[in-house]
């Protein structure tokens, strides 16, 4: 059976990994290759590297940092962060990545994701989407606008159009980051994320909110997620995966128990 | 010396990555001479059936015709393992080795009434792992592997073991020196690591 997956995160700015609340107010959590092994020697499906600041600061990703990580790393490793061409996503797989997320540059230039589908295959391309709830609309959920270059700027596109389109031009999944939930630990936005996955046939990876295993429980039943992403839970050693997927299978989730 | 053929399918390397961890000797190559030397050869590739047409135009179909029908071990990974079979619905001009019967297709829209996602991505579970398969030795039946990938292979005399999504599909094949995995064992941690090195030491 097809199990739910748990995806560790590492936001890195400047070669260490952080973490922020709501896309601010960012701490220092440690080395991203000595994090990223512990993650999957505790149990995580998939590990996301997210160059936080690269785009931001207009530079590229941190090629060193992703080859350090990727040496000796067996499980599906996600790089993402100023990946503006086909030729940067070249240059990270090449580093030893297996997927690329693309946010702020697939919305300046669409055709970005066939481009680098083309090269790598559908399945290597993770369109990032960063949403915020529409507050005060008629349909906060629906409404939902899309956000880039971390956060800083809204787009004026609906998440659930913008999903549907990236799914079209080739996107073999969706990372649905909600700024209203990130940092919070209150609780992944299952409403988005359901409204997405049931509007596109690609996995969708929610992020956001995650601070419990109950959490996890409800994006993946009510929220209709494939797969649910999480960072500040793991690094200050509240839990690991092991543990979590204990208590998912306890409540009936289906999901990878590491030997 | 394991020929890892490269026919710009997708990245080569986290396969080659894989192999080196585990010890072994590898060559990324587009000779068909180096093939036809080689004692051991992988096919990777994710990506579409079509970029297989290039293994034809390369003489690579033909070099490893020869080399498996002498004895050499042979593992397909992915697309790979879907070229081992007459060919894809995926691309339907373009035919696959035909060692092993039948045609690859896409997962349907629909199973037993229900919506089905595609690809297929994650990690899922080997079922009825064949206990005289070489490959798989060491593998529990249960063991979790990563899987992505929306084409696949039908179950088959040869089939090494199944995994179940929308029915069961071949998720590993192996006959004598011919061998096959859809998933990817190069991201499959512990259990796939045990795969490789059952390949590497063969």
Known sequence: ?259 | MIAVIDYKAGNLTSVVKALKYLGAGTLVTQDPEVVRRATKVVLPGVGHFQATQLLTELGLTEAVRESVAKGTWFLGICVGLQWLFEGSTEAPGVAGLGHFEGMCERFPAVYEGAELKSPHVGWNSLERVRPDSRLLRGVAEGGFVYYTHSWRAPVVQATASVTEYGGAFTGAVERENVMGVQFHPEKSSAVGLQILKNFVEL
């Not at chain 1, 005060?136 to 700027?153: I, N, Q, T």
């Not at chain 1, 990876?205 to 995650?210: D, Y």
């Open chain 1, 1 to 259: 059976m097809l199990t739910k997956r748990i995806i560790a995160c590492l936001d890195v700015r400047g070669g260490r990994v952080v973490k922020g609340v709501q896309f601010v107010d960012i701490v220092d959590a440690g080395d991203p290759a000595e994090l990223a092994h512990r993650h999957a020697a505790g149990g995580a499906d998939e590990i996301v590297l997210l160059d936080i600041t690269a785009t931001h600061e207009g530079r590229g990703t941190l090629i060193d940092t992703v080859q350090r990580t990727a040496a000796t790393l067996f499980v599906p490793f996600t790089v993402g962060g100023g990946i503006r061409s086909a030729e940067d996503a070249a240059a990270v797989f090449n580093a030893g990545a297996d997927k690329v997320s693309i946010n702020s540059s697939a919305i300046a230039r669409p055709e970005l994701i066939g481009e680098i589908g083309g090269s790598f295959g559908a399945q290597a391309v993770i369109v990032a989407i960063d949403a915020r709830r529409a507050a005060g609309a008629a349909d906060p959920v629906g409404e939902a606008e899309v956000y880039v270059s971390g956060g800083r700027k809204a787009t004026g596109l609906r998440v659930v159009e913008w999903a549907i389109e990236a799914e079209q031009r080739g996107a073999g999944e969706i990372l649905l980051t909600s700024m209203d939930t990130d940092g919070m630990r209150n609780g992944f936005d299952c409403e988005l994320t359901a409204r997405v996955s049931a509007a596109v046939q690609i996995p969708v990876i929610a992020s956001g909110g995650a601070g419990t295993a109950a959490h996890f429980a409800e994006v993946f039943g009510r929220g209709r997620a494939d797969a649910a992403l999480a960072a500040s839970i793991f690094h200050f050693g509240v839990t690991d995966s092991r543990e979590l997927k204990a208590e998912l299978r306890r409540a009936g989730v289906s999901v990878r128990l590491p030997c």
